[in-house]
Structure formats: structure tokens, C-alpha cells
């Protein structure tokens, strides 16, 4: 059989492909077509005719395998770890787990539910270094990292791999290229590629650039630290405050898009809070959304959402 190959344009979804395509070949079958897909495109998703009427590629299509992303009906294989996997309710209705078709929320990473699940239901006997790859995936995809300086130092050759994938993963070419090597060699064997090593060093030299900019310009009050992020064209640093400043409980940090979309996103340490504020429900009163831990809001002005910034400190500084 040949199967076409739809994953989340991230780690853990090139990561997934990499662990299928290494179980087609092992029963003979191809891969033609390698498709990155992201939820800017979930409208057109979510339409019954998506595989035959999308435009990401031309030509003949193949039965669909979607892994780390949303569900779809006509998909001859999914697997997901997203709880809200399934997003139309008629589909969620029709919906009937198999073993081709697994949603699986209880993972932290797809890539080690794809493992597990392929070796489990067919007695796959997988490459040796996907055992690591699986390891890494629950670290990255679920941000269990061991701390804020393992973030900032990308010391790890998964952590390594993570950022190649984040700069240069996307395009048809240079994501097949990526799920391929990451089906035959080990993250440290990938990490020594020239072409990784070469980006990585850039993103270091741009981590560093940030870093500055959140020493200069992160503010402090009480347990919680922010940061104004509408004019600095530097890199977001999600775990730079807890890693400048250890005792910080909870981040601030306002960015903007377009002319004027001001975003204010709320989120803990997670080296230190664990659990303690729904974020999620703070920031609802403000029209925002989000989970216990991390959430965002947005404003049509600055003044507003420096207002908004405002109370949320001072909420996050009582409670808790
Ligand atoms: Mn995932």
C-alpha cells in the first residue's frame, strides 16, 4: 500500500511520522506524499472532502494517515493524544476506535503513543533509537522540561532537534527530509548534521539576544514578573523569567500582531507553582481563554491591555 502522511508541523508530529513511516516500510509499504498541516487550517479540515479538494500538494492522493492532529473521518489511520481531538460532533458520534484509529489523551506525546500502540496491536519490532525519541517527545511535547536553563541552554540533542524543527520544518521538502532522518538515526546522530548544528547556533546567538532584552526589561511585583514584548523584535522566551529570576510564580508577557491586536499571555513556573491559580478562569473574565496554567487575552488597545496586565498581577499576588 501507499499512504499519504499528515502531521502536526511540529516535533512531536515529524516525530510520529518518522515512527510510522519506520512501521510502513516494515510491512512494505510507501509513503508518497509528506504533509505538514497546522490549525490555521482546521476550517478547511473539518470539511468532509478534505483529502481530495486540499491544494498542499498536487496530483494523485493516497489513503490518508493523520497523526498528531485532528480527526478525520476519511483518515485510513489517526492517531492523537489531544483531548479535544475530534472537533465536530457529528464526527465525535460517528467516531469508533480501532486499532488504526487511537485517540489517546493520557500521552504526552503522540510519538510515543504511535510506539506504543503500532508495537502493541501488530507486534512491530521497532529501531532501537525510538525508544529515546519516544522519551524526548513526552519532554518537549508536554513541556516537562527539568528546568528554565534547559530551555535556554539547548545543551540536549532533542532540544537541539526541537529547534531545527521549529526554524526550518513547515515546507514539504524540508519536513520529509526531517521525518526521514529522524526514522533512521539517533537525535544525537542528527544533531551532528552540519545543517542542524549550523541553525542551532543561530538560534543560540538569538536566544542570547533575548535573554538581554528580558534582563533589561523584565519588571517585577511582588511573585509575579512581566515583560513588554510589543517592540522588541527579539525571540519569545517562554521560561526566561523563571530562569533570570527563580522565585517568579507567574509570567506576564504582552505582544502585539498586526496593527493594533494586543496579546497578553498569563502563564506559571512550573518549576515552582504547580497547580495552585486556574489561569484559564482568571483570564476569562477579561474574554480570554486558556487552561489551568497558561492562558491569553486580547485587546484593540494598549491602554486596555496594560489595564488588563495591571489587575491580573495583582490578582495573581493575592490569591494563592
Ligand atoms: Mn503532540
Redesign the pocket.
Known amino acids: 500500500m501507499t499512504y499519504d502522511l499528515y502531521f502536526?508541523n511540529d516535533f512531536?508530529g515529524h516525530a510520529s511520522a518518522a515512527v510510522m513511516l519506520s512501521f510502513l516500510k516494515s510491512r512494505g509499504d510507501r509513503v508518497a506524499h509528506f504533509v505538514p498541516v497546522d490549525y490555521h487550517l482546521q476550517d478547511e479540515w473539518l470539511r468532509e472532502d478534505f483529502f481530495s479538494a486540499h491544494k498542499l500538494f498536487r496530483g494523485k492522493r493516497y489513503p490518508a494517515v493523520v497523526l498528531?492532529f485532528a480527526y478525520h473521518p476519511k483518515a485510513a489511520m489517526w492517531f492523537d493524544?489531544h483531548p479535544t481531538g475530534i472537533k465536530r460532533a457529528d464526527w465525535r458520534k460517528r467516531f469508533m476506535p480501532d486499532s488504526l484509529h487511537v485517540l489517546a489523551p493520557h500521552y504526552f506525546?503522540?510519538c510515543h503513543e504511535v510506539y506504543d500502540v503500532l508495537r502493541k496491536n501488530f507486534g512491530w519490532k521497532p529501531p532501537r533509537h525510538f525508544a529515546a525519541l519516544a522519551q524526548w517527545l513526552d519532554v518537549v511535547?508536554a513541556a516537562r522540561y527539568a528546568s528554565a536553563r534547559q530551555t535556554i541552554a539547548l545543551k540536549e540533542p532533542a532540544l537541539q532537534v526541537d529547534a531545527f524543527i521549529e526554524r526550518e520544518g513547515g515546507s514539504a521538502a524540508g519536513s520529509a527530509r526531517i521525518v526521514k532522518a529522524l526514522a533512521a538515526k539517533s537525535l544525537p546522530a542528527i544533531a551532528r548534521l552540519p545543517r542542524v548544528r549550523k541553525t542551532v547556533a543561530v538560534q543560540k546567538a538569538e536566544i542570547r539576544n533575548a535573554l538581554a532584552f528580558y534582563r533589561a526589561h523584565m519588571a517585577f511585583d511582588g511573585r509575579v514578573a512581566s515583560i513588554d514584548l510589543t517592540k522588541a523584535k527579539v525571540l519569545r522566551l517562554r521560561f526566561a523569567p523563571y530562569y533570570l529570576e527563580p522565585r517568579t510564580a507567574y509570567a506576564v508577557r504582552m505582544t502585539m500582531s498586526g496593527e493594533n491586536v494586543f496579546h497578553v499571555n498569563v502563564g506559571e513556573n512550573p518549576w515552582r507553582h504547580r497547580n495552585r491559580l486556574d489561569i484559564g478562569a482568571i483570564v476569562k473574565k477579561y474574554g480570554g481563554g486558556g487552561h489551568k496554567t497558561v492562558g491569553g487575552m486580547e485587546f484593540r488597545t494598549r491602554a486596555d491591555a496594560e489595564q488588563a496586565t495591571k489587575e491580573v498581577i495583582a490578582i495573581l499576588n493575592k490569591k494563592g
Open positions: 502536526h512531536d498528531d493524544h506525546s503522540c511535547d
